[in-house]
Structures are given as structure tokens and as C-alpha cells.
């Protein structure tokens, strides 16, 4: 689970590299954006381990999911929306929602990805 943790983490933080790039050289990138690195994933694994949500064999399709999800959302912020609200709002606003992406993901995602025979 912590090699898990580690390529998760590592693997937002490849995907949001460009954006990360972009945002400081406009100067759109704000401390807690860091934290989109780690905090997603890590509420996944608190819920995991606590056995909060349904339990299924398909759950590496949620913190795969999230790892996706984190850095998409990183990046439509800063190409896309940046350029027609306010940065700091559209920060904090896509911090909130990837902050509740991991109990989104627990909850219902398992619904989609149960294959019944």
C-alpha cells in the first residue's frame, strides 16, 4: 500500500508538472496547490484502511481514477480558467472539489466498476 501511496503522489506530481510550470511563470500558483500532490490520496488510503465505503476487488481503479482526476483538474484550471475568473477562486475552488474526490470515489465509483456475471 505505501509503494501505492508513493507512485500515486509521484504520478500527480509528473502529470501537473506543465501546469505547475505555466501557473509560476504567471504567478498562479498558490501553496496549496502543493498539497493536491498528497492530500487526495492520502484521504483515499485513511478511508481504505479505516474501511470506510464499499468494499470490492476493484478499488486500484479509484486511487487510479484520482490520480487522473487531480492533475486534469490542475491543469483546466490554469490554461483554462484562470484566464476567465479569478485564480485564487478557481484554486480554492478545485482544491474543495479534489479534497472530496476521494469520498466521491469510495462511494460511488465502486457502483460503475462492479462486473457481475
Do not use: H
Not at 501553496?31 to 483515499?44: A, F, G, K, Q, Y
Not at 483538474?73 to 490554461?79: A, D, E, H, P, S
Not at 480554492?92 to 479534489?98: D, G, N, P, Q, S
Amino acid at each position: 500500500m505505501a509503494i501505492l501511496y508513493l507512485y500515486s503522489v509521484i504520478l500527480i506530481m509528473l502529470f501537473s508538472s506543465v501546469a505547475w510550470i505555466f501557473a509560476r511563470k504567471y504567478d498562479t500558483w498558490f501553496d496549496w496547490d502543493w498539497l493536491l500532490c498528497m492530500l487526495p490520496t492520502s484521504i483515499w488510503f485513511v478511508l481504505i484502511i479505516r474501511g470506510i465505503g464499499p468494499y470490492n476487488e476493484n478499488q486500484i481503479f479509484e486511487i487510479a481514477a484520482i490520480t487522473v482526476f487531480v492533475p486534469f483538474l490542475l491543469t483546466l484550471r490554469v490554461f483554462l480558467l484562470d484566464r476567465l475568473f479569478n485564480a485564487k477562486n478557481n484554486s480554492l475552488a478545485i482544491f474543495a472539489i479534489c479534497m472530496l474526490s476521494p469520498v466521491v470515489a469510495r462511494f460511488l465509483l465502486p457502483q460503475f466498476l462492479v462486473f457481475s456475471s
